[in-house]
């Protein structure tokens, strides 16, 4: 993945030296150019897109054996209160300043899990601080039971 990032880099690299070359020449080759710097940037796009899988993958690789089970992240003191922009994560708590730098919404949640939860219909999940604040906030008729270590 990462190799295939840095092959992408190197052909956006190629394709703005490309555009530099076509821009020293006559005004008609010029304006031939046009779609290159869109070209690269797509490119870069997607050399930034795949930095990011391989960024995931390395943090699933790297799970604790004792993370929480459910697949996408909380805060872990305000539970489901996570906006993410521009591959940034931050809680919306007031007064809370965590912030992550990868999309933490959308990547299985890696906190220690404190608790067993069971839902309305009786089936139990280990959870997280930050999983409890959301499930007491949000399910109905669920029950929350501290693990004692
Ligand atoms: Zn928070
Ligand atoms: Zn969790």
Do not use: F
Not at 6 to 31: F, K, N, P, V, Y
């Amino acid at each position: 993945m990462r190799e295939l990032a840095a092959r992408a880099e190197q052909l956006a690299d190629a394709i703005e030296a490309l555009r530099r070359q076509l821009s020293r020449g006559e005004d008609t080759l010029r304006r031939t150019g046009y779609r290159l710097d869109d070209a690269a940037g797509w490119i870069r796009q997607a050399a930034q897109d795949l930095q990011a899988t391989a960024s995931d993958m390395a943090r699933l690789a790297a799970l604790p054996t004792d993370a929480c089970t459910l697949p996408w992240g909380v805060c872990p003191e305000h539970g489901n209160t996570l906006a993410t922009s521009g591959g940034v994560t931050a809680c919306k708590s007031a007064g809370c300043r965590r912030a992550w730098g990868y999309n933490r919404d959308t990547v299985p949640c890696a906190e220690p899990v404190t608790h067993r939860l069971i839902d309305a219909g009786g089936v139990e999940t280990l959870v997280c601080d930050g999983h409890a604040v959301a499930a007491r906030d949000q399910l109905v008729g669920a029950r929350l039971e501290p693990l004692t270590p």
